[in-house]
DNA sequence: CGGCAGGTGCGGA
DNA sequence: TCCGCACCTGCC
């Protein structure tokens, strides 16, 4: 984590059960950090791993219900998490655009390694973001260089709309969802489908659902309808009908529970959807 | 070698 | 508000 001019490593370890849940924090950084820093460090960890988060309602409502009520018996608690900062999930989120997953993690680590740093902590490797300001240094040519494309354009302009500070984050986090989602159209290469996921991954809305990209279309069809293509409205409309106010959360257990799976099993179809 | 992939901006109807 | 189209690149 780059956190005010720091990098900082971040270990948490459980300490507490699904009902009575705890958890311990080390922060790793080669200077020593003031008790000010760790102050002000502490509420960003808490946002980032959205541990203020109440979902118990959801829970609640839907536990009996008969699609995603076993899956929330299974996955008790699970919750959005947005980890990285906005800036840096907006880069995650315009590489991810138009691309296969090996080459947005392609795109990712020529980013890495022209402008990131590679840093080590408790025997791990990792490599950092940077500052946006290391970016307006750049051009985008040098951008294209490392095979984004056209998302280079995307990136160059993400990156002078925040060095200007024409989008705040912290205001963000404060703002209702039609304002936060305003204000996200407003940057350049950002449209429906990447405000969707911006909006529960990383500002916690749970009812965000508004767009269904054809990835999440064809994996959605086979796990709820199980069928091999849906139209994206009828699915809209299964979510909206079901789990009304809580409609991306739910997607998110279902969607977190198939890949979950498949780490566990070989799931066939799932494969051949999957392009590397 | 054309078609397409975890989309978006833009111009024109 | 709703189309059609161009767009980097890698891979099938």
């Not at 509420?43 to 899956?71: Q, T």
């Not at 022209?114 to 490599?127: C, E, L």
């Not at 307006?136 to 040519?141: G, L, P, Y």
Request: glycine share 6%; hydrophobic share 40%; charged share 30%.
């Amino acid at each position: 984590m780059v956190w005010s001019g720091k990098e900082l490593g971040l270990k948490f370890q459980n300490r507490g059960t699904i009902n009575k849940p705890m958890v311990t924090l080390s922060v790793f950084c080669k200077d020593s950090l003031s008790k000010e820093f760790i102050g002000n460090l502490i509420p960003e960890i808490r946002w980032r791993f959205n541990f203020d988060s109440d979902i118990s309602e959801f829970a609640r409502k839907f536990e009996h219900e008969r699609r995603v009520g076993p899956l929330i018996e299974k996955w008790r608690g699970m919750k959005p998490v947005a980890g990285v900062s906005l800036y840096e999930m907006l880069i995650i989120f315009v590489l991810l655009q138009n691309a296969t997953v090996g080459r947005t993690v392609q795109m990712l680590e020529n980013l890495f390694s022209r402008f990131g740093r590679r840093v080590t902590f408790d025997d791990k490797k990792f490599s950092t973001y940077w500052e946006p300001s290391k970016i307006m240094k750049s051009t985008e040519q040098n951008l294209r260089e490392l095979k984004l494309g056209y998302r280079a354009r995307f990136l160059m302009k993400i990156t002078e709309q925040f060095t200007r500070n024409e989008i705040d984050e912290f205001a963000l986090r404060k703002m209702k969802r039609d304002e936060v989602k305003k204000e996200l159209l407003k940057l350049y290469g950002i449209g429906p489908a990447s405000v969707n996921y911006l909006l529960f991954e990383g500002f916690y809305f749970p009812e965000s659902l508004e767009s269904i990209p054809p990835f999440e279309q064809k994996l959605m069809s086979k796990v709820i309808f199980n069928r091999s293509l849906v139209s994206t409205k009828r699915i809209l409309k299964f979510f909206r009908e079901n789990y009304r106010g809580w409609e991306m959360l739910a997607f998110h257990y279902f969607w977190e529970d198939l890949f979950w799976r498949r780490k566990q099993e070989h799931i066939e179809w799932l494969e051949k959807e999957i392009r590397l």
